[in-house]
């Protein structure tokens, strides 16, 4: 079979081998870095009742006001019933939301974003209908008595509206809309408000005895939008504390752990979603977290389509996480965020002390790169389609391309650049074959080897060649690459945005035409590059092992992050073409050319190479 040889490329050397050493421990250190630092912002919880735990002074049940404490005791004053004799429904909407509420627990049945689908094309509701029937509706109140919890959860309150004798089957925001509960020695008031935006205000409290008592308002089950297994196994739970944000991964945290504020805001989010609660207090906020299990292969997901993960009849238990947050004083007062983790609409809400919810957009690791790159790609949309949301159009796919092109323009200069240290790397390797030959290759142990690599320093700095100057462009798009990849999957304005054959520029391409297209342009990416001092096996072993990663890389992963590459591979492809008919691109032929030449002539017998020419003329 016919060898496939670059015609740009040949000959051996060792320095460019170097540069290549040095990028591969550059990108190892980036992937132990990213994990390094997901293990330090994903901090453990610690149960309040585990030994030796070090985290946020936390509220165990016996450290629950006396009054939760003794729940079960009899009560030392009657109040007067507050009950309500039918079940009723009454949905508050705006133009963002349309929320149902139950007089059943006084309670969120149903929370619909009107300008998000799920993925059968229905209405998008955040509230997970089976988890949270199996363990609590949103802004239900959570105690530290199992039988308090379940009694005002099941409880019927009286609903009310202020200036109605009665309360209208749909209100329309701005509005306000009251619950109350009243049987033996307790009673609850439940008041929400709400405005034009994704924030409602709520005031509750519950009184034993007419005290205040401690009870927390929670969203317990999940999010709506989860639909695969591992949409389940991302969503975290975000709490934020003067400025200072903790992403707790669903794997550390432990069900029914207190931790007490201060806290801005604390709630659960996944890639797109968040529920959180915002107290009016911060120095009086107390935090639960909850996880619990579920069989998806029997639950619903959702009010609007019912449906469930194709599971068969597999037994299939998934985690789902909430969080409950309230004032330790018992009467809680915090505002409600559950919207899209849009940055714009982030950037909107204050906490209590004035900072914003804009971090729980995490992009990660390399989160400063990914959240300028998504600034500016939301700038090229901006400019490309400045009436579209973004929401099931093309323009998304359009603002990549753009602005891939753009960033490839931009890099340029650096392109160029490092195509002139790598010719005058090559112009000297003749000298510094020779000097190694004439110190004979020492050991990195031996003392000769620093006067070798003294040498051979003065030699490039006298030349003007930089070590690391032919390989600063892969360096810098390096994390470039790794930000889109966070990137791509985290801006909400991605979800089932569509660009031709591609239904979801945040999902993977269902036909996997842009992987294949991606080993393609790869190889003919690194095919046009003259690399003329990489020993030919190596390059042999990158021209089909870097395709393949590439491809298996994005196979599953985000369809956007594919487009991405795909463009930044066509547009370094005709750049280098036109490059390699440049004097300077000429150059670097004829350097591989003469290299290739040398190492046949140098493998014959009796032939000398020229560094060792170079060593006798000397003598």
Not at 437 to 459: F, H, I, Q, R, S
Not at 544 to 559: D, H, I, R, V
């Amino acid at each position: 079979m016919p060898e496939i040889r670059n015609p740009n490329q040949g000959g051996g050397g060792s320095q460019d081998n170097r540069s290549f050493l040095i990028m591969m421990i550059v990108m190892l250190g980036i992937i132990f870095g990213l994990q390094y630092w997901r293990s330090q912002h994903n901090p453990a919880t610690a149960s309040p009742d585990q030994p030796g735990a070090v985290t946020a002074p936390a509220a165990t049940p016996s450290a629950a006001p006396a009054s939760v404490a003794a729940a079960g005791t009899p009560s030392s004053a009657a109040t007067a019933s507050i009950v309500a004799a039918t079940q009723t429904s009454t949905v508050v909407e705006n133009e963002l939301y349309r929320i149902t509420f139950s007089n059943k627990g006084g309670q969120v049945t149903s929370w619909i974003l009107k300008k998000y689908k799920d993925t059968a094309g229905h209405p998008l509701d955040l509230v997970h209908a089976g988890a949270a029937a199996l363990y609590g509706y949103p802004l239900s109140l959570y105690t530290y008595d199992d039988a308090l919890t379940q009694q005002l959860s099941s409880a019927l309150y009286v609903a009310s509206t202020p200036g109605t004798s009665t309360v209208p089957a749909t209100l329309e925001a701005p509005a306000s809309l009251t619950f109350k509960y009243a049987a033996g020695n307790i009673s609850v008031t439940k008041t929400f408000t709400f405005g034009s935006d994704y924030v409602i205000h709520a005031n509750t409290e519950v009184l034993r005895d007419g005290a205040p008592i401690r009870a927390l308002l929670a969203w317990p089950a999940g999010l709506g939008d989860t639909e695969t297994a591992l949409s389940y196994a991302d969503a975290q739970i975000d709490t934020a504390s003067s400025g200072k944000i903790d992403h707790i991964a669903i794997k550390k945290v432990s069900g029914g752990d207190t931790l007490n504020g201060p806290f801005d805001f604390a709630g659960i989010s996944d890639h797109y979603f968040a529920a959180v609660f915002l107290p009016e207090h911060p120095d009086d906020a107390s935090v639960v977290t909850l996880q619990h299990k579920i069989d998806v292969s029997k639950v619903k997901r959702s009010n609007i389509t019912g449906d469930t993960i194709s599971t068969g009849s597999k037994t299939v238990l998934l985690p789902v996480l909430g969080t409950a947050v309230g004032a330790l004083s018992g009467h809680t007062q915090e505002r409600v965020f559950v919207g899209p983790k849009d940055i714009t609409v982030l950037k909107s809400i204050h906490t209590a002390d004035g900072n914003t919810l804009q971090p729980l957009l995490d992009f990660g690791f390399f989160g400063p790169i990914g959240k300028y790159l998504f600034l500016g790609l939301r700038a090229v949309h901006s400019f490309i389609a400045p009436h579209d949301n973004g929401v099931h159009n093309y323009s998304w796919g359009w603002a990549i391309v753009i602005f891939t092109i753009m960033i490839n323009l931009v890099l340029l200069p650096l392109r160029v650049q490092g195509m002139k240290s790598a010719v005058k790397m090559q112009r000297i390797q003749p000298q510094i074959d020779a000097i190694k030959l004439k110190y004979k290759n020492p050991k990195a142990t031996d003392p000769k080897a620093g006067e070798m690599n003294a040498e051979v320093m003065a030699l490039q700095k006298a030349n003007g060649v930089s070590m690391l100057g032919g390989c600063i462009p892969s360096l810098i798009q390096l994390p470039l690459l790794f930000a889109f990849f966070t990137m791509m999957t985290k801006v909400v304005e991605l979800r089932q945005a569509h660009f031709f054959w591609l239904p979801d520029l945040s999902a993977a391409d269902p036909y996997h035409i842009l992987p294949i297209v991606m080993v393609a342009t790869s190889f003919l990416a690194q095919f046009y590059t003259p690399s003329p001092g990489v020993d030919p096996q190596q390059q042999k072993m990158m021209a089909f092992m870097m395709p393949a990663f590439s491809g298996y890389l994005t196979w599953n992963y985000a369809s956007g992050l594919a487009l991405y590459w795909n463009i930044g591979n066509l547009v370094m492809i005709v750049q280098q073409l036109v490059m390699n008919q440049t004097s300077l691109g000429r150059e670097m032929k004829e350097i591989a050319a003469q290299r290739a030449r040398r190492k046949i002539g140098a493998s014959k017998p009796g032939q000398r190479t020229p560094a060792a020419k170079t060593i006798q003329g000397r003598k």
